[in-house]
């Protein structure tokens, strides 16, 4: 971002009086000019992302950070998630970036709170939550440049841009044609590979056809990576020290299962334990608590991480994005846009095993199957102690572990009950096919003395959720173990193997939601004033905007019948019981819209030829809310010479709930093992198992039993509009000449900010908490409601720095540098209104306030990671055909607030990732750029979090490894 300081001759600050942006939305790339004498250089004016009034300079009242396509690919990025995870500014999550694909988080506010634009003008949300939308719909092959405004965007661009604007331009015009393709592939053997290939082909001059219209194609698919293509970084030796991973419960499903004589205790013994349970799926365990003091041994199986858990998923993605452009005489322009993708996010999720909503959460097997314990195919466990074939002996281990005579189990043909998943059909994936389609037609020109703009816009996104591999139907599971077919205790024979592979649910599309998004816009402006720094500028803007979304009945495919026909499914729409195992099917057939009308008014006032004061007031009306906002801003900048630019500005801003939040039709209900906060209490109320039962309660009816809790509330017209004040002061200078640099102070407060009570609060909280707690007759936890509430207050502060330099140029070429860096100074937050402020800069910790609540709730149910310094670093070199770039990205290193118990560690260490790419143009026609990212092979730090990623912080750092990219992009 380099800054201008060059004070604007008069003609061109008639310039800055064409409008053409709309109510939220930048104009086009393509600038109108202004009539100027043959003899007077013609300054082309643009819109920037932040203002409705043109200008000549890129560094107005507000900061804007532009990166242009070219320096994308620069720093080898091969996707747009790179760019957004890489951004100081920005604390988007990533490796592994959750089903809704990645998406950009300014300020840390959350993406609901980030507004993403593409050319000026809003795209269908990702329709489950109605609240942001990913990069992957971006077209790259089309792209030109991104605009970033950092906080303080809702006077102008309204709901959503509380935290900041992130715009998207792509080309205006392209003539010719190009292919490209592209590929990386980690050092180490595994997944995680990235192909990709794209074209674009335009026809018609804009200068001297009037017309032009081009067509640009990209599909990229991306390989999941998984915990065992990279072991080393999974070591169950390195996870002893934080406490994690090398100890799981007895009861922990895999396909070597441990089974029991009832269906609520079936973790006592385990055929394949001795002789160490059939790795890679399972691994031998000695139990939870084997380290305590002393010890209790529950040996079994457990499944085995490295197998089952993906670091990163898999990724398809398609976009098809065209313009038609004509230049009409007078002045005025036509533009239709249109853009269609899709993508795919291959969801895995280990294996899938029965929970509450089927029929039991076991299986059972009758003492007449060949697979039964001791009929020849498998071995009896071996025990010590009485051993009468009615009670259940301690299986035996060692003898200095297990002492007493050892005799085989005696099943005294019982039915046993085990859970379990299948494993030759590998982890389960699903399939989150999204799509995102949307048509713009818009036009500028001037009429009668007023500059114009106007569009009208279409869009629709869909999101389609389908069962892939490994989701198998539980009915026809246990009627594989009543006929002998399934073998619980090993691996399946070519039936067995056959017959798994005819119970899956493949391509079921469990849930169905579309979004919609309509709107007509128009804005004007004109110079009105003669001032001393040159004319008054005014615009004002308008737009009717029709927002609305779909939602579908659950399929009925495998959703259980009761005794009398009737589908197993509640008054609230929910699915009670299903035969899928994994899933619930969801979903309530049910349309929802909501209307917004706004009005913006800006003036852009040149006081003197050094001081500029711009304003602008937006009023919005949400017919849902049956209430209307006013924002005002009001931004100054000074520039007493051309070294030296000031700029100061307060703003207000507010965020509507999304219109599922208001109008969501039905709960969404998850499910998680626990203790009974109430009935069940602990030391640590996080972890289940731990707790003691109250009197007249047993642990099996209190303790570490599986709960629904509801994270949508399916009435929600309680909840409020965000509301929120910022401010920025900064300042630019151009000391020597190649030398700029930015530095802004910045800072925003949230009240009534919305976000869910996590599970974790009312756990920790209950009494706190003790009305979102639903109980049946005998005093269990029937559900608890984890949803959407307007909560405390959160402020943050911090600092923006962004500096260049080219060096002299030299006899052997050209070097540039450039830092982009922010720097936290507070990010301070009340999880409940009136609550205790809690920081969170520099720090990790798995409390429940630092979670899915307050500010941090839709990352994908992560806690936020603030590191205090994050930064972007990049040098080039130029000579000649060849240019190299060599490009870093830093967080600062974390605190751990709460260490899990038995790790002492607390500093979660600092993290750098340095690529290197070089790009060649000496072959007619031709680009070829080769690249490797992380250079130097580093890896994430680790953290005694597991929600983090399993005892390393992956949010923030790249679990690829070194990654070599080859690229060749060819000019026809």
């Known amino acids: 971002m380099n800054p201008y300081f060059v004070p604007i001759p008069r003609r061109a600050q008639l310039a800055t009086a064409v409008s053409l942006a709309l109510f ?26 932040g203002s409705l009034i043109r200008r000549i300079d890129d560094e107005g009242t507000t900061p804007v950070t532009t990166v242009k396509a070219a320096e994308l690919e620069a720093r080898g990025h091969t996707e747009l998630k790179d760019f957004v995870l890489e951004q100081p500014q920005s604390l988007s999550l990533g490796t592994n970036t959750g089903a809704a694909g990645p998406v950009t988080n300014l300020r840390g506010l959350g993406p609901m709170r980030t507004l993403s634009l593409l050319n000026g003008r809003r795209l269908a949300n990702e329709p489950l939550q ?5 990069v992957n719909v971006i077209p790259r092959m089309a792209l030109e440049r991104v605009e970033t405004l950092n ?3 809702a006077s102008i661009y309204g709901a959503d841009a509380i935290g900041g604007v992130q715009n998207y331009w792509t080309k205006r015009g392209y003539k010719g044609a190009s292919i490209k393709a592209e590929y990386a592939t980690p050092q180490m053997s595994g997944g995680g590979t990235t192909k990709s290939i794209g074209a674009i082909a335009g026809w018609g001059d804009l200068n001297e ?3 032009n219209a081009y067509i640009a194609v990209d599909h990229q698919k991306k390989d999941a990576l998984f915990q065992g293509d990279r072991p080393e970084q999974h070591d169950r030796a390195v996870l002893r020290t934080l406490g994690l991973g090398i100890t799981p419960d007895a009861r922990n499903p895999n396909p070597l299962a441990n089974f029991g004589f009832a269906r609520n205790a079936n973790s006592n013994y385990n055929p394949a334990f001795a002789t160490g349970c059939e790795s890679p799926w399972s691994l031998p365990t ?16 457990s499944r085995n991480n490295l197998f089952w858990t993906a670091v990163t998923d898999g990724s398809e993605i398609t976009t098809v994005s065209a313009r038609a452009s004509w230049n009409i005489s007078g002045g005025h322009k036509i533009d239709l846009d249109l853009l269609h993708s899709e993508f795919t996010v291959q969801k895995f999720r280990g294996m899938q095993v029965p929970g509450s909503n089927q029929p039991f959460t076991t299986y059972s097997m009758a003492p007449t199957s060949r697979f039964y314990p001791g009929r020849g195919i498998t071995p009896l466990p071996k025990v010590v102690g009485s051993n009468t074939g009615a009670n259940s002996p301690a299986m035996y281990i060692d003898a200095s572990k297990t002492p007493g005579a050892v005799t085989d189990l005696n099943m005294n043909d019982r039915t046993i009950y085990f859970q379990w998943g299948p494993g030759e059909l590998g982890p389960a994936y699903r399939n989150d096919e999204q799509g995102n389609d949307r048509i713009v037609l ?22 389609d959720t389908r069962v892939g591999e490994g989701y198998i139907l539980y009915s026809k599971a246990q009627e594989g173990f009543d006929n002998g077919i399934l073998n619980p205790f090993g691996p399946q024979d070519a039936a067995g193997v056959e017959y798994l592979r005819s119970i899956q649910a493949l391509d079921y599309t469990y849930r169905l939601n579309k979004a919609f998004n309509k709107s ?5 402006t004109r110079p009105v004033w003669a001032l001393g720094g040159g004319d008054l500028v005014v615009a004002v803007s308008g737009e009717l905007r029709e927002d609305s979304a779909r939602t579908f009945n659950a399929p009925l495919d495998y959703v259980l019948k009761r005794p009398d026909g009737s589908y197993n499914i509640d008054a609230s729409g929910n699915v009670v019981r299903t035969d899928l195992v994994g899933e619930v099917p969801q979903g309530v057939a049910k349309k929802l819209k909501r209307q917004i009308s706004s009005l913006v008014f800006e003036a852009d006032a040149p006081i003197t030829k050094t001081f500029t004061v711009n304003g602008s007031v937006r009023a919005d009306r949400y017919d849902d809310l049956k209430q209307t906002t006013v924002n005002p801003a009001l931004a100054t900048r000074w520039t007493p010479n051309d070294m030296l630019l000031v700029r100061a500005s307060v703003s207000s801003g507010f965020r509507a709930p999304s219109i599922m939040d208001i109008q969501n039709p039905t709960p969404e209900v998850r499910t998680l093992v626990m203790d009974d906060p109430v009935l069940c209490r602990s030391t640590q109320p996080l972890e289940a198992g731990t707790g003691t039962p109250s009197p007249g309660y047993t642990a099996d009816q209190v303790c570490n039993v599986q709960t629904n809790y509801w994270t949508k509330s399916p009435n929600n017209t309680h909840l409020k509009p965000e509301k929120s004040r910022g401010f920025n002061v900064g300042f630019g200078l151009a000391p020597i000449k190649n030398l700029s640099l930015t530095v802004d102070y910045w800072g925003l407060k949230l009240k009534d900010v919305l976000g869910a009570v996590s599970i974790a609060e009312i756990q920790q909280n209950p009494g706190k908490y003790e009305n979102f707690i639903n109980r049946r007759g005998d005093g269990t936890i029937d559900y608890i409601v984890a949803s959407q509430a307007n909560r405390g207050q959160t402020r943050i502060r911090g600092a923006d720095i962004s500096t260049s330099y080219r060096f002299p140029k030299t006899s052997i070429g050209t070097f540039d540098a450039k830092l982009d860096a922010t720097w936290y100074h507070r990010y301070e937050f009340q999880s409940e209104r009136d609550g205790p402020w809690s920081s969170n800069v520099g720090i990790i910790t798995n409390e429940g306030r630092f979670g899915s609540a307050g500010p941090n709730a839709g990352l994908a149910g992560a806690p936020q990671v603030n590191p205090r310094w994050k930064y972007t670093a990049a040098v080039t070199y130029s000579t000649g055909d060849w240019r190299a770039t060599l490009s870093q990205r830093f967080s600062t290193a974390l605190t751990d607030l709460t260490p899990r118990a038995g790790s002492t560690l607390t500093e979660v260490e600092s993290y750098s990732q340095f690529n290197l790419n070089v790009r060649y143009t000496g072959f007619k026609n031709t680009t070829v750029s080769l690249g490797v990212n992380n250079i130097t092979e580093e890896w994430p730090p680790l953290t005694a979090n597991t929600i983090y990623g399993g005892g390393y912080l992956t949010s923030l750092a790249d679990m690829m490894g070194r990654v070599y990219r080859a690229s060749v992009e060819y000019k026809f």
């Open 286 to 301: 000695l139990g939870n608590a084997s380290l305590n003091t002393p010890p209790t041994y529950a040996p079994g199986c």
């Open 24 to 49: 939220q939305l930048a104009a086009q790339a393509q600038a109108q000019t202004t009539q100027a004498p043959s003899d007077v250089p013609v300054a082309q004016a643009v819109v920037v992302t």
């Open 209 to 211: 056809n009037g017309w």
């Open 130 to 134: 109605d609240q942001y939308i990913s």
């Open 520 to 524: 007509v816009d128009l804005t004007v």
């Open 442 to 463: 818009s036009a500028e020109g001037e009429v009668m003395g007023w500059d114009y703009r106007a569009g009208l816009n279409y869009g629709r996104s869909k999101r």
């Open 151 to 153: 906080g303080g965007g």
